[in-house]
């Protein structure tokens, strides 16, 4: 599966804010996508609960995936984003 990893930009991290804003953009494309870190367990970046427990601060390393490169680069994108400004 394609992957790209990106640093979070959000000052605090992936808390609840980022995390929604990220999950409508997945489930709105209707592909899956995953968040994980450091080689960990992919979660699923529909689910704002499942993209905070990653517990991924400002700075952190997060790997996005996705089958589709449209999915793929919204997300990362976003992660990479300060969503909390």
Known sequence: ???????????IG?????????????????????????????VDAGSAL?????GAGNGAQVTVESDDADALATVAGLVEQDLDA
């Open 1 to 11: 599966m394609p992957s790209k990893t990106v640093t979070v930009g959000s000052a």
């Open 14 to 42: 992936l808390h609840a804010r980022p995390a929604a804003i990220i999950a409508e953009a997945v489930v709105n494309a209707g592909v899956p996508v995953t968040l994980s870190m450091d080689g960990g367990e992919p």
């Open 50 to 54: 499942m993209i905070m427990t990653l």
